[in-house]
């Protein structure tokens, strides 16, 4: 077994808490649940179902956006997972860089991001603090929610320097590069081969493609046309967008399925997946038997990691965390 604590990382969706559960029998320690209004249901329905349905696992959010809600909403809504989940629950937040784009817009200010934590740690500490000019608090009566202070780690996902080096200031722990003094998580995709199975098999290509055409989709909301045409078959990926709709409206497009499912324009992007290994991509993106995969998360682990997030995809998301939990030592 693998010296790391291995959760997973799924979508809010109709079948989150049914995966929740095979997740906890796999012996995941934990499922961190997405959030991006534009593209998938509520987070916090979902977790609540989850822990309602569960008594061991840890539940987390990567990434809750603060735009998508007042931190006042967000208090309230962490202090309620936090009850019914008996305190198995991290809440994680980020600058939202695609849920943002889908809105066309760009992701929110990094002072913005560690501005909005801090005053969120300070109303679950029942602290009043002021909001839009007036004094508030958490006003709930002891007996309809978690008392007050409400106990729950509070991350941030920094992947870069900045954030990385801020991190300090108001968070428990990071999503990103290893930090010095915080505990830190990181993500892979990926899949674990059958016996004998190809890594560029169907199978195994539409199983990793909706995280693996994330670069192609990200140069072109970041950077447009320059940035995705420089990439393989990033050219045709775009020509074939921007066929679709005017300029004004290609945002709505660019993550269409995002990592859960892939569009016909991102097919043709498969054959240019490294799911052999032999770049960068390595890293966030483990292929192979299961002793590879169990190299992979070693060196992560060597490199400073103390939590990986398995992230799958795919038309079977069930024998992914199924395969992957097996790879790394699970019964």
């Known amino acids: 077994m693998v010296d790391i604590e291995l959760s997973c990382g799924l979508?809010?969706?109709p079948d989150f808490a049914d995966l929740v559960v095979l997740a906890e029998?796999?012996?995941?320690?934990?499922?961190?649940?997405?959030?991006?209004?534009p593209l998938w249901e509520d987070p916090f329905v979902h977790l609540a179902l989850a822990a309602e349905r569960t008594t061991r696992i840890g539940l987390a959010t990567a990434v809750l956006i603060p735009s998508q809600r007042s931190v006042m909403t967000m208090a309230s809504g962490i202090a309620t997972i936090a009850r019914i989940s008996g305190d198995r629950f991290r809440a994680c937040?980020?600058?939202?860089?695609?849920?943002?784009?889908?809105?066309?817009?760009?992701?929110?200010p990094l002072n913005e991001l560690i501005d909005y934590v801090?005053?969120?740690?300070r109303l679950l500490a029942g602290d009043t603090v002021v909001i839009d000019g007036k004094p508030v608090r958490m006003l709930h009566w002891p007996a309809m929610t978690a008392s007050r202070p409400v106990e729950v780690p509070l991350w941030l996902s920094v992947m870069g320097p900045r954030g990385n080096a801020r991190a300090h200031e108001v968070a428990d722990g990071i999503i990103g590069p290893p930090h010095p003094t915080l505990p830190s998580a990181t993500m892979v995709s990926g899949?674990?081969?059958?016996?004998?199975?190809?890594?560029?098999?169907?199978?195994?290509?539409?199983a990793v493609g909706p995280w693996g055409v994330i670069p192609w989709h990200t140069a072109y909301a970041y950077g447009g046309a320059g940035a995705v045409d420089a990439l393989p078959g990033g050219a045709a990926w775009r020509a074939s967008?921007?066929?679709?709709?005017?300029?004004?409206?290609?945002?709505?497009?660019?993550f269409e399925g995002h990592v859960t499912h892939l569009a016909e324009r991102d097919l043709p992007l498969l054959e240019h997946l490294d799911v052999e290994g032999r770049t960068s991509a390595a890293l966030t993106m483990k292929v192979g038997d299961p002793a590879t995969i169990r190299q992979g998360l070693n060196r992560l682990a060597e490199a400073g990691h103390q939590e990986v997030m398995y992230t799958p995809s795919g038309t079977d998301v069930a024998r992914e965390l199924t395969a992957f939990a097996r790879a790394n030592g699970s019964p």
């Open 11 to 13: 979508p809010p969706g």
């Open 241 to 254: 967008l921007e066929a679709l709709a005017p300029e004004e409206e290609r945002h709505l497009l660019t």
């Open 25 to 37: 029998q796999l012996g995941y320690a934990r499922v961190w649940i997405f959030d991006s209004a």
């Open 191 to 206: 899949t674990v081969l059958d016996v004998g199975e190809n890594p560029r098999e169907s199978r195994a290509l539409k």
């Open 118 to 121: 801090g005053c969120l740690r």
């Open 93 to 108: 937040f980020g600058t939202g860089a695609t849920a943002r784009w889908t809105l066309g817009q760009a992701p929110m």
